[in-house]
């Protein structure tokens, strides 16, 4: 399992924008403005590896050393 907040640090430094959104909704939005790839992430506080990875690959980027078990 891997923090939400370790994830949207990393994503921040890659350049991502992160849009949270209204509070009530149930995922935040992560942009690419690289190449305009979007993708949910969850409000959970832990987030499986699966799930990071399958993130990351839907956003375009490189699985991050730090994120890996």
Same mark, same amino acid.
């Given at each position: 399992?891997?923090? #939400?907040?370790? *994830?949207?640090? +990393? =994503?921040? /430094?890659?350049?991502?924008? *992160?849009?949270?959104?209204? #509070?009530?909704?149930?995922?935040?939005?992560?942009?690419? !403005?690289?190449?305009?790839?979007?993708? !949910? @992430?969850? #409000?959970?506080?832990? *987030? /499986?590896?699966?799930?990071?990875?399958? =993130?990351?690959?839907? =956003?375009? =980027? +490189?699985? !991050? *050393? /730090? @994120?890996?078990?």
């Amino acid at each position: 399992m891997v923090k #939400r907040r370790d *994830i949207i640090n +990393d =994503l921040k /430094s890659k350049g991502m924008i *992160i849009d949270e959104g209204k #509070r009530n909704n149930r995922h935040a939005k992560i942009i690419n !403005p690289y190449n305009n790839l979007k993708a !949910p @992430l969850a #409000r959970h506080r832990e *987030i /499986s590896f699966f799930t990071v990875k399958a =993130l990351y690959k839907e =956003l375009g =980027l +490189d699985e !991050p *050393i /730090s @994120l890996k078990r």
